[in-house]
Nanobody, 115 residues
Framework: QVQLVESGGGLVQPGGSLKLSCVAS???????MGWYRQAPGKQRELVAT???????TYADSVKGRFTISRDNAKNTVYLQMNSLKPEDTAVYYC??????????WGKGTLVTVSS
């Protein structure tokens, strides 16, 4: 029943900014949420997480540049990406963890950082 849809990806120049959105079909106010990414030829990696209460964690590679946030009234999670680097190029995925432990993933949105 839970569906996640990411949007906001695209082509951006190094040093630029981009904001990703993840809209959930169901209520996510009680769910931990996260953003992950997978670069070409590499394994999927954690980018950021946010708890129902708003506590956040970040991968060292994005700390200080990315900000995860949520708007529970809109069932939406965001990832603000600033000072983008070519190495940030990847498909970005949104994840929700249900109370019973099942993870739900979006289909991803491609972010390409290139001049």
């Amino acid at each position: 029943q839970v569906q996640l849809v990411e949007s906001g990806g695209g082509l951006v120049q190094p040093g630029g900014s981009l904001k990703l959105s993840c809209v959930a079909s169901g209520i996510i106010s009680s769910n931990p949420m996260g953003w992950y990414r997978q670069a070409p030829g590499k394994q999927r990696e954690l980018v950021a997480t946010i708890t129902p209460g708003g506590s956040t964690t970040y991968a060292d590679s994005v700390k200080g540049r990315f900000t995860i946030s949520r708007d529970n009234a809109k069932n939406t999670v965001y990832l603000q990406m600033n000072s983008l680097k070519p190495e940030d190029t990847a498909v970005y995925y949104c994840k929700a963890t249900m109370i019973w432990g099942t993870d739900y993933w979006g289909k991803g949105t491609l972010v390409t950082v290139s001049s």
